[in-house]
């Protein structure tokens, strides 16, 4: 089964810090995207970062990156200069075949003041 | 530009309901599909559509039903509503593959009691 896991259930830190999000995943697939979602209280799902596998240069928007590891089959998301608004549950996910999307069970992120 | 637009966004039904769930798009978007949300397993997936008069079944099929008559809508129905399909669910998009990364609706919270 292809699956995605984030280990982390929960997360804290102080505004301004350095937070990293782990992710690891199970794929057959030699060609595939992988992805971070945003989903603030308001329940709505925001693409962070997308990265492709074939692409060897990790992804960076603003103050989120990645690192990709095609070969451990890890995706981290790393979020500098962590903000209140940064405040969410933050999702994993990878495509399965050209339709489909696999998600993680998701990390809540907590920025605190 | 709406983008994604789902309707309504809470709903409370009785076991043994039926009820549409509304998904409408105004991107042209050929993909669309539907995920449920439930606490610590992510979001999963229920059935998708590659374009109208196209449609499959994801992870979690039972109890729903789907059609797509047009490129612009794409409702999910709930044949007998069951406790167990309690959940937040969400409606999403994408351009001609999912490599490009899913636009999500609002989502729906639906409770069956």
Redesign the interface.
Known sequence: AQT?TQSQ?EMSVQEAETVTLSCTYDTSESN??L?WYKQPP????I?VI?Q?AYKQQNATENRFSVNFQKAAKSFSLKISDSQLGDTAMY?C?F?QG?????????TRLTINP | NAGVTQTPKFQVLKTGQSMTLQCAQDMNHEYMSWYRQDPGMGLRLIHYSVGAGITDQGEVPNGYNVSRSTTEDFPLRLLSAAPSQTSVYFCASSYFMVGYGYTFGSGTRLTVV
């Open positions: 995605v259930p595939y995207y992805f308001s329940r709505q799902m693409l997308r492709e999702f996910a495509t050209a339709q489909k999307l696999v998600f993680g069970q998701g």
